[in-house]
């Protein structure tokens, strides 16, 4: 089924009320920075988490949209604990420190496929303080730059480098004219490293006594046992871009913990749900059934009912973007079966449908398609529904607590 709205009706619902989330609810100096988001774009009211967590190891808190896209790519495993509250940034986005990077929600990318949530560039500020005689705070820098100034140039995509990083499973990135190939690009291409972690800015060079590789948000590490991930840049960084990181009070807030988002348990355990790495869903239409991952790790499975021709699911790769408790789905379709309006169909001549209170919907494209529970059919392993993805009742309350913004889900045949 498909819902009554459009997503873009959505869009223009959410500017015409204003339904952003205030950052007014943290529990300490609230009223002293409160001023600084009079300018700033929050995060519209898109079904993130509706309460606060407390982190004792580093002292802040997290909520809404940044907490559920910590929880969505990996959450300390990846990013790191938080370091610091909300706050705006010197170029003007809504943004909270983490020790391993610095998020920033992005309005222009709500509606859009890519996620809303990026990394503040430190990536480009550490290597500018490498490189350039004086640093972005004034000081002077590396005593005049970094004399290995091939680790910091782009190369020829018909070059050797760029040839054999091809071979080996890698790509040369056409913006920056670098390469990223081996662990580093597995662990850039599972974690979404074009829209986090954005372009890279070096080759591989050894620093820190270990093989590093220099993005836009980031910069990644390999050690002596070839594991990857990501240096502690927020945590160094935090003092040069002037990020408050003064602890505050918790009392009052749940100590963070997974648990505390689940109404109900796994009803299909495959694996273990602590696994380290990112959620991630597949669904294989071919095969009629959705896998929910942590990493590399298989934590559930179900049969669901994807599209009947001619309303097929709609293949690629998204994200949970929208997520409702109960809704209504409408609409009418022709002749054929298609569907050839949303909502009221006001002017359309067709065969209307309109299914009440739709639990545990998650839409992820902008077909208006979603992830959903169904209680009108048990038919699970069989195509039934309009475009969206229908899940058993069960199956629809995990993933619906499980799966937050930001959660990516790659349908294919």
Known sequence: MKRLLSLAAVALTLAIVGGAVSPAVQPAAASNTIDQFANVELPPDLGQASFQVYVPETGHTLRGYFLDYWRANGGKAIYGNPISEPFA?????YSQAFENGVFQFRLEL????????????????????RLDTFRNDGRRGGGGGDRRTSSWKGVSPDGATATAAIANGGVWNEITGNTISGEFYSWYAQNEGPYYLGNPISQPVRDRGLLVQYFDGGILMQDSTGAVKLAPLGREMAGQVGIDTSSVDGSGLPTYDESLFYEIINPNPMGDMSATGKKWIEINI???RLYAYQGNTLVSTTLVSTGIEPNHTEQGVFHVRYKLEKTDMAGITDS???VIALGEGEGQVGTPYDVKDVPHVMYFNYDAE????????NNFGTPMSHGCVNLPLDMATFLFDWAPLGTMVWVHA
Not at 110 to 129: E, F, N, Q
Not at 370 to 377: D, N, P, R, S, V
């Open 286 to 288: 071919s095969e009629q």
């Open 110 to 129: 709500v509606w859009t496929d890519a996620p809303s949530v990026t990394l503040m560039s430190l990536g480009d500020r550490k290597l500018d303080d």
């Open 89 to 93: 940034s010197s170029d003007g986005l």
């Open 370 to 377: 979603a992830l959903h529970g169904a209680y009108w059919h």
């Open 336 to 338: 054929s079966g298609q």
